[in-house]
């Protein structure tokens, strides 16, 4: 990580958890922390796995890794 002050290390990040909030935890209401937690845990999967992105050309995160890597 950078010096204090230098937020481009956290740029990642910061738009996972805008993502996350917005997709997820805005749109549902949880009765428990284990609730919370069990949802979180199938969104990341969703994230990684499922969700195409337009800039990875259409593909999950995951599939666009395997295609890199099989070139």
Same mark, same amino acid.
């Given at each position: 990580?950078?010096? %204090? ?6 740029? #990642?990040?910061?738009?996972?958890? #805008?993502? /996350? *909030?917005? =997709?997820?935890?805005?749109?549902? %209401?949880?009765?428990?922390?284990? =609730?919370? $937690? #069990? ?13 195409? *992105?337009? *800039?990875? *050309?259409? /593909?999950?995160?995951? $599939?666009?890794?395997? $295609?890199?890597? #099989?070139?």
């Amino acid at each position: 990580m950078s010096r %204090k002050g230098n937020c481009i290390d956290n740029a #990642a990040m910061e738009s996972f958890f #805008a993502v /996350l *909030k917005s =997709e997820f935890f805005y749109l549902n %209401k949880f009765s428990s922390v284990e =609730e919370l $937690q #069990a949802g979180i845990k199938d969104y990341i999967h969703y994230y990684n796995h499922d969700r195409i *992105k337009v *800039k990875l *050309k259409g /593909l999950s995160p995951v $599939q666009y890794r395997i $295609q890199s890597l #099989a070139t």
